[in-house]
């Protein structure tokens, strides 16, 4: 472990994105996590529409769990006006959505779309997240733009980069307006120190979601490692975000068939072991 990097021992601040234990409802996830010492719960967007958000408030508030984000909201790329408009439409309901909830921020994944080059569809991200703005800012919850890994540039995210992230906060200047940064997607980036330093200095980062790269994935969305599975430096890359200033929640969030399919109680004991073990 690097020298400045304190061994975790108190799960409160771990908290888990309901997506990392899919087949669980909403209840059970808060109940569970809760049981086990983590202490706070991000939820996605299949959960509060399943739900609702009056009562997924209701849950996580008896459980007594911290809401980092909902997630996720974005996707402002089209090449048709009207999906973009109907974008805008249901970038405003997640924003009331991650304010009924009390969530602290929308995690914002930008979108990409066969056919939009990718310089139109940056613009088009940049004019999506300028009309939000505003709503979000009157509601009180921050967005996150995440950058996802370059493989998904061509039709889910075009915002590949942490240093792309970083120049869209800057161009629209809002404070509400950060990075959330996931070490799947940003590891293999040769200036990630410095860019995560660069924001740190900026006050935009605003999330850390861990998890691992396995080298014999089988599947780019849905075989993602749990953390210690794969090649990732997980405390040396908490060691960047704590040196820049971040002292949020750490998110644990995985996306795996085979942890899927298994017993879930298991699931979250080995999640625990490897929170301790490897982050």
């Known amino acids: 472990m690097p020298a400045d990097i304190e061994p975790i021992t108190d799960l409160s601040r771990i908290a888990i994105h309901s997506i990392t234990t899919k087949k669980l409802l909403i209840e059970t996830c808060c109940k569970r996590y809760a049981e086990m010492g983590f202490g706070g719960i991000s939820v996605w967007d299949d959960a509060v529409d399943g739900a609702g958000a009056p009562r997924v408030a209701k849950i996580v508030e008896k459980a007594g769990l911290r809401v980092p984000a909902l997630v996720r909201a974005g996707f ?8 973009r408009e109907a974008s805008l439409k249901l970038n405003r309901k997640r924003i009331e959505q991650a304010k009924e909830i009390g969530a ?3 995690v914002i994944v930008a979108g990409a779309e066969p056919g939009v080059p990718l310089a139109e569809a940056r613009t088009q ?19 996150a733009i995440e ?12 915002i590949n980069r942490l240093a792309d992230a ?5 161009e629209l200047a809002s404070p509400i307006l950060g ?6 997607h940003t590891w ?3 200036d990630l120190e410095s860019e995560i330093a660069a924001l740190g200095d900026d006050g935009r980062l605003f999330a850390f979601h861990v998890c691992d790269w396995k080298t014999d994935t089988k599947h780019l969305l849905l075989d993602r490692g749990l953390m210690g599975d794969g090649v990732i430096d997980l405390r040396g890359f908490r060691g960047m975000m704590e040196r820049a200033g971040f002292g949020g929640m750490i998110e644990v969030e995985v996306f795996n ?8 109680d298991a699931y979250l004991e080995l999640i625990r072991e490897r929170v301790l073990a490897c982050v």
Do not use: N
Request: charged residues 25%.
């Open 76 to 83: 402002f790329v089209s090449a048709d006006h009207r999906k």
């Open 104 to 106: 602290e921020m929308i």
């Open 125 to 143: 991200v940049a004019e999506g997240l300028a009309a939000i703005i505003p709503d979000a800012d009157a509601a009180g919850v921050k967005l």
């Open 147 to 158: 950058p996802l890994h370059p493989m998904y540039a061509a039709d889910r995210c075009c």
């Open 166 to 170: 970083r120049t869209l906060c800057r």
């Open 179 to 184: 990075v959330a940064v996931d070490v799947y």
């Open 188 to 190: 293999w980036d040769p």
């Open 257 to 264: 068939e085979d942890y899927w399919a298994m017993d879930q």
